[in-house]
């Protein structure tokens, strides 16, 4: 295992779920972590958890819907730290519904959030990278981005579409600048992602699939895992799922 202790890792959606269990994870291993997100009061209580545990952290407001907030965000981690080691793309909401709901406002915000995100990360993190000739960039899928079901379609679209990115991504970069791409792919975790739901059927059956859940920090381990990889290493796509899921 590498030692991440001068890792800098700026992670989105890190107020709650995935990423504020990537985030204190890695700040546990000794990384620097740069948390972004909305809700600012859940930032800053997440900073000084990992403080009060010894850790090294320090949070940006950010919508990444805003591509002005991700180049922003990019500018501090730089500002704060000099470098830019890894971002992980991790926000995401899931507003699944059947398509002939016609929640179109819906559509475009996973539209928005889930690909123009990630995309916007991407652009903020990728010139420092190239300069270094280093760096690694992991994206947030979701077995959702492996196969569609019913009320799936839009959310798996975006979701296939982050595979598709992290691809190229992984393509163009690797062998010239030594960037490495990883996607990740979670099946059912426990976090507040359900709460984006507001389709009464798909609400209906949510507590079914909150029955199956597994901890964020499973997740949190497979990012760390792909981070801790030797640089020769790229660890390009890890699914993960509760046992008991079969989808
Ligand atoms: P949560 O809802 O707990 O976390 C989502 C995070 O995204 C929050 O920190 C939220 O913060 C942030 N976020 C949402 N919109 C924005 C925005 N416009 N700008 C910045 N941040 C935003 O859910 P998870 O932890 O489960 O989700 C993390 C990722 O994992 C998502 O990409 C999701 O699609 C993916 N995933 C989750 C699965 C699961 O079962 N939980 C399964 C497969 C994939 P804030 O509201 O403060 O901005």
Excluded: C
Excluded at 6 to 24: L, N, P
Excluded at 32 to 59: C, F, P, S, T
Aim: glycine letters at 6%.
């Amino acid at each position: 295992m590498e030692n991440t202790t001068s890792k800098v890792v700026i992670i989105t959606g890190a107020s709650s779920g995935i990423g504020e269990a990537t985030a204190k994870l890695l700040a546990k291993q000794g990384a620097k972590i740069v948390l972004a997100a909305r809700r600012e009061d859940r930032l800053q209580a997440i900073v000084n958890d990992i403080k009060q545990e010894g850790g090294e952290a320090v949070y940006f407001t950010t919508d990444v819907t805003s591509q002005q907030d991700t180049q922003e965000l990019a500018q501090f981690a730089l500002k704060q730290y000099g470098r830019i080691d890894v971002l992980v793309n991790n926000a995401g909401v899931m507003p699944v519904s059947r398509l002939n709901e016609l929640r179109v406002e819906e559509w475009e915000h996973m539209i928005d959030v889930n690909i123009k995100g990630v995309l916007y990360g991407i652009a903020a993190v990728l010139p420092a990278m190239r300069e270094q000739q280093n760096g690694h960039i992991i994206n947030v899928s979701s077995v959702a981005g492996h196969s569609v079901s019913p009320t799936s379609a839009v959310y798996s679209a975006t979701k296939f579409a982050v595979r598709a990115i992290s691809e190229g991504l992984r393509q163009e970069e690797s062998p010239t600048s030594n960037i490495r791409s990883t996607i990740i792919s979670p099946g059912i975790t426990d976090s507040e992602l359900i709460n984006t739901v507001k389709s009464p059927e798909v609400q209906a059956m949510a507590s079914h699939f909150s029955s199956l859940s597994i901890s964020p920090y499973r997740i949190a381990g497979a990012i760390a895992y792909a981070i801790h990889e030797p640089e020769d290493t790229g660890i390009n796509e890890i699914v993960i799922r509760p046992t008991a899921q079969s989808m």
